[in-house]
């Protein structure tokens, strides 16, 4: 870590209010009848934060780092692909038995986020039940 976490932070505080000032700006412009929402607080960074982690002894065993990156399917030898090279699909399902997850507006605008892949995760489990062969009790 660079030490820099507490300009970043200030600095998106500061676009995101920005961006929110016009949106107000525009809300009153169009005499919209709109609830008052709550502003986040200003982002909190210690005064001195941590800027390394000996893992082994913070009995930290598994990293998932997965922000900042692009897609990758050089590996997928299927014709499942637009001509952007984006895989096709219906809200996840490409085909019975190939499906994705976490991709841009897979089912909504937030199916990249994490929160908003349990709707996506739910919807696809319904779809994967429908088809799981029916047992009848004998």
Not at 87 to 94: A, E, F, P, S
Request: aromatic content about 6%; hydrophobic content about 40%; some cysteine.
């Amino acid at each position: 870590f660079s030490g820099s976490l507490a300009n970043f932070c200030a600095s998106a505080d500061l676009k995101m209010n920005r961006l929110l000032d016009a949106v107000d700006r525009r809300i009153e412009a169009d005499g919209l009848q709109v609830p008052d929402a709550e502003r986040s607080a200003p982002t909190r960074v210690p005064d001195a934060p941590r800027l390394t982690l000996d893992l082994a002894r913070s009995g930290i065993g598994t990293l998932v780092w997965a922000t900042g990156y692009r897609p990758d399917h050089h590996w997928l030898h299927l014709p499942v692909f637009d001509r952007k090279g984006r895989i096709r699909h219906d809200g996840g399902v490409i085909a019975d038995g190939l499906y994705v997850m976490g991709l841009p507006y897979l089912r909504s605008r937030h199916s990249t986020h994490i929160a908003g892949a349990t709707a996506d995760a739910e919807a696809l489990a319904g779809h994967l039940a429908e088809r799981l062969p029916r047992r009848h009790a004998a």
